[in-house]
């Protein structure tokens, strides 16, 4: 099956979004009150926006990106007057200046496993230095039938450790009913 755009596209426009959790995860607000801006943050697939406004309004510059139209235009909605900039695009051809903050949720286990690789390695290029990937993260032992995909957690050890170190891994706090309880709250630091 095919997951582009038309795919999501499709899913937002019925209104098909499991994934939506109608606001900022507990956890990312507690990140965000110890690790305010300035700064530079990049959140791909940012469905509805919540986080891209939470983090506009905590003082980064902020680029949120969906390749859904439907998608931008609901973040455009949920962020009007917090500063964030809400794009058409896509995280793999993003190439602006290095970012200090990449969110994720929802991003990763949306893509087939066969670019799993690809997206940590192109993480690991948009961070700098001490940057960090933070986020929720899909952990289960198997792939499934997705989306959502499930990553182990030594797969996903495998594919940041290279370029990251994990300061933090804990069970979600409220996790998405689709994830049941193999959602858990990781934070990276880019080396």
Same mark, same amino acid.
């Given at each position: 099956?095919?997951?582009?755009?038309?795919?999501?596209?499709?899913?937002?426009?019925?209104?098909?979004?499991?994934?939506?959790?109608?606001?900022?995860?507990?956890?990312?607000?507690?990140?965000?009150?110890?690790?305010?801006?300035?700064?530079?943050?990049?959140?791909?697939?940012?469905?509805?926006?919540?986080?891209?406004?939470?983090?506009?309004?905590?003082?980064?510059?902020?680029?949120?990106?969906?390749?859904?139209?439907?998608?931008?235009?609901?973040? %455009?909605?949920?962020?009007?007057?917090?500063?964030?900039?809400?794009?058409?695009?896509?995280?793999?051809?993003?190439?602006?200046?290095?970012?200090?903050?990449?969110?994720?949720?929802?991003?990763?286990?949306?893509?087939?496993?066969?670019?799993?690789?690809?997206?940590?390695?192109?993480?690991?290029?948009?961070?700098?230095?001490?940057?960090?990937?933070?986020?929720?993260?899909?952990?289960?032992?198997?792939?499934?039938?997705?989306?959502?995909?499930?990553?182990?957690?030594?797969?996903?050890?495998?594919?940041?450790?290279?370029?990251?170190?994990?300061?933090?891994?804990?069970?979600?706090?409220?996790?998405?009913?689709?994830?049941?309880?193999?959602?858990?709250? %990781?934070?990276? %630091?880019?080396?």
């Amino acid at each position: 099956m095919d997951y582009g755009p038309a795919h999501w596209e499709t899913l937002y426009r019925e209104g098909r979004m499991p994934w939506d959790a109608g606001g900022v995860p507990a956890e990312f607000s507690d990140y965000l009150a110890d690790h305010p801006g300035p700064g530079r943050a990049l959140v791909p697939g940012c469905g509805s926006g919540y986080e891209a406004a939470a983090l506009a309004e905590a003082g980064y510059d902020t680029l949120a990106l969906d390749f859904s139209p439907a998608a931008v235009e609901r973040a %455009q909605n949920v962020t009007r007057g917090s500063g964030a900039r809400i794009e058409i695009g896509d995280f793999f051809t993003v190439d602006e200046a290095v970012y200090g903050l990449i969110f994720e949720r929802a991003f990763l286990c949306a893509m087939p496993p066969r670019l799993h690789d690809v997206w940590a390695r192109h993480a690991a290029r948009l961070l700098a230095p001490g940057g960090h990937l933070a986020g929720l993260f899909f952990l289960r032992d198997t792939h499934g039938e997705g989306p959502p995909f499930g990553i182990k957690a030594a797969a996903l050890d495998a594919l940041l450790m290279p370029d990251f170190e994990r300061l933090e891994d804990r069970p979600s706090i409220a996790p998405l009913p689709v994830f049941g309880d193999g959602e858990r709250w %990781q934070l990276w %630091q880019r080396i």
